[in-house]
């Protein structure tokens, strides 16, 4: 059972919707991370954030906004999506900053399609 | 500028082969650490491994080995004696100690293992 658990694990959704990602880490981690991975693609870091505070945008577009709760919950709200953000998009969590570079721990994902 | 290179796109081996994926990194930072991943096609990614750049030491845990060169900038992977279950995609990836939430990943390697 992984302890990083991303709802739902597939959605389908026209350009027009707005629908939400969420993804839930039961390791104690403090850092939490979106990614998209598309097909014949290196994963793309979106947002990181660290004791819910937000430390990287990676030149992501609007129609994604992302919002952490709390160190234990990461959304991912879509608005407006085009057909390109069709991916997986792939939830982490870590210990976070300190300098020694802890390894990040993936959920699932969800598969994500645009019609 | 950080880079993560895995030229083998997909390798196709027969149960019980040997197999090595290969790695080659970029980085102008003198402290690093470098990763592998492996993603099943249930999609979570799985941590393998972190190695420290100023340890050398090739390392083993059970039929995988990893031999970091740090001459060549290399991080090859290899699994001895492959299963069925090794099927999966393997990503390399390289965070510096800077920027320690942002990991850089190759393209990954798909490897089939055959029965």
């Known amino acids: 059972e992984t302890g990083v658990t991303q709802t739902p694990r597939h959605l389908v959704m026209g350009m027009t919707n707005k629908k939400s990602l969420k993804c839930e880490q039961h390791?104690?981690?403090?850092?939490m991370y979106w990614y998209k991975q598309s097909a014949k693609k290196p994963l793309e870091l979106m947002f990181v954030y660290n004791f819910k505070e937000q430390t990287e945008n990676n030149s992501v577009p609007s129609r994604f906004s992302p919002e952490c709760p709390n160190s234990s919950h990461l959304f991912l709200h879509l608005h407006t999506l085009q057909p390109e953000d069709s991916a997986l998009y792939l939830c982490?969590?870590?210990?976070?900053?300190?300098?020694?570079?802890?390894?990040?721990?993936f959920g699932d994902g969800t598969r994500l399609s645009i019609l | 500028a950080q880079k993560v290179t895995q030229a083998q796109t997909e390798i196709s081996v027969v149960e019980k082969e040997d197999v090595t994926l290969d790695c080659v990194y970029e980085t102008r930072d003198t402290t690093y650490y470098l990763f592998w991943y492996k993603q099943p096609p249930s999609g979570e990614l799985v941590f393998l491994i972190r190695?420290?750049?100023?340890?050398?030491q090739n390392e083993i845990s059970g039929r995988y080995s990893w031999n970091f060169q740090k001459s060549t900038s290399s991080f090859n992977f290899t699994i001895t004696a492959s299963q069925v279950v090794d099927s999966a995609v393997y990503f390399c990836?390289?965070?510096?100690?800077?920027?320690?939430?942002?990991?850089?990943f190759g393209t990954g390697t798909r490897l089939q293992v055959f029965p």
């Open positions: 982490a969590s870590s210990q976070g900053q300190g300098g020694n570079n802890q390894p990040q721990h």
């Open positions: 990836a390289l965070s510096g100690i800077l920027n320690t939430d942002k990991l850089i």
């Open positions: 190695r420290n750049s100023f340890d050398e």
């Open positions: 390791l104690g981690h403090n850092a």
